[in-house]
């Protein structure tokens, strides 16, 4: 029996990484330019880290975390997301002791069991920031503008930045209260994952995508009606904030995020057009005051968001914005005769040392297959080595885009002189 991938995993062939790294690339550069530090964590945690921070009501740990018992009977499991990762090793790495803020950025791979939709995966790549210490609205400017930054360099328009605040923890505590006295009576009319989920976190509910619950949704109480001075305050500065820096938001009472962690701000940037059968949201993320405390650290506020690259590359992909990449390889070298072919490895070698990449035949191919593999590959440029250029150390150089045969010759017997013309040339 053929053996094939699980499903909700993925093989990513040569085209799409090249996309990918293009992608990741440029959000390693705007993280620079905001001054945030990559962060690399362990795929696998022991799985109270999840438990305690993403929420025992939320579907991520009840129904979507792979799990095991390693040889020495720990409960652990693969990270189904970063945030509760990135705080542990915030506090196990005495980060709360550096300068304020602490400023992070991570690119990970996750994994939930969850089904498999148009952009969503059981094992899925995940880009993201997480900064600590700060409880003044604007670091929450500078995360939402970050996000913003980088969806505007990749040229994606077709998107709305959706925000609330559901409040600090008293806001919280009143609005919780209200919620249970709104739906207990209506406890018949919500699906079964609502009526468990009501008495443990009532904020969840509002998360509901059942049609089932929608209507009682659009009837309950909203978050705006108890949030405290403070809060309105917070809420307050960071519009303020976002007009001034030009950044369209849509306020939305009944935007919650699935997560329990989540306090004050919360935010989801959400595509104008369907992936699938389903509105994308291709990032979201929130204000998490007492998550470092909750994990075990220091009384430390914290924001982040993460974003899906697999969502971002099909948006990016329905607006035609991921660039042409070529193969990448800059010359190839083809050997006429079998004397040829121990120096043109040779010349090839050095080449590389000095920084192009070059692609030579390594199938003993005739020079008509050499030629037509170098067409093939999207090598730019093509050396064709035999007895006679090794005579006279020359060769032509040739164009393989433009199809022409360039009217001079070059020496090959100066590797880094040769490396010169073709950096000239290879812009």
């Known amino acids: 029996m053929k053996i094939q991938k699980l499903k909700g995993t993925q093989d990513v062939l040569p085209q799409e990484s090249a996309q990918r790294r293009y992608i990741e690339e440029v959000f390693h550069e705007v993280c620079r330019r905001y001054a945030y530090g990559e962060i690399r964590i362990p795929t696998f945690e022991m799985t109270q880290l999840f438990q305690r921070g993403v929420g025992d009501s939320s579907d991520v740990v009840n129904k979507e975390m792979y799990s095991f018992e390693d040889r020495g009977g720990r409960q652990l499991s693969l990270r189904p997301e970063a945030t509760s990762g990135v705080v542990r090793a915030y506090i196990e790495n005495g980060l709360t002791s550096t300068p304020a803020p602490q400023k992070l950025y991570y690119l990970i791979s996750a994994f939930r069991a969850e089904n498999v939709q148009a952009g969503r995966f059981r094992e899925f790549n995940q880009f993201g920031v997480e900064a600590f210490a700060s409880e003044s609205p604007s670091i929450d400017l500078e995360v939402i503008s970050l996000a913003n930054t980088y969806f505007q360099n990749l040229g994606l328009k077709n998107y709305r930045i959706k925000l609330n605040s559901i409040g600090d923890p008293e806001s919280r505590q ?18 079964p994952t609502c009526r468990e989920r009501l008495e443990k976190n009532p904020l969840r509910l509002l998360d ?32 303020e904030g976002l007009e001034a820096l030009g950044i369209a938001y849509e306020h939305d009472s009944r935007l919650v995020r699935g997560l329990d962690y989540y306090t004050k701000t919360v935010f989801e940037f959400v595509l104008d057009a369907e992936i699938g059968s389903q509105a994308a949201t291709i990032c979201g993320g929130g204000r998490y005051d007492g998550l470092v405390e909750q994990l075990g650290g220091a009384a430390v506020p914290g924001i982040g968001f993460s974003l899906g690259e697999e969502r971002l590359l099909m948006a990016l992909r329905e607006e035609g914005l991921l660039p042409e990449l070529n193969s990448g390889v800059d010359l190839f070298i083809a050997a006429q005769s079998d004397a040829a072919r121990l120096p043109v490895a040779v010349l090839a070698q050095r080449l590389r040392e000095l920084g192009l990449a070059v692609e030579i035949d390594l199938m003993d191919r005739s020079l008509k297959a050499q030629m037509k593999y170098a067409n093939k590959s999207g090598a730019r440029y093509a050396l064709v080595i035999g007895d006679a250029e090794l005579e006279t150390e020359s060769a032509q150089l040739r164009d393989l885009r433009s199809r022409e045969v360039e009217d001079r010759f070059v020496e090959i017997s100066d590797p880094a002189a040769l490396f010169e013309i073709l950096s000239l040339e290879i812009v």
């Open 208 to 239: 509901c995508k059942e049609v089932s619950c929608q209507g009682l949704i659009a009837e309950a109480p909203v978050i705006d009606d108890y949030l405290s001075e403070a809060s309105r305050a917070h809420d307050a500065y960071l519009r």
């Open 174 to 191: 009143a609005y919780r209260l209200a919620l249970l006295e709104f739906f207990r009576p209506r406890l018949d009319a919500l699906c």
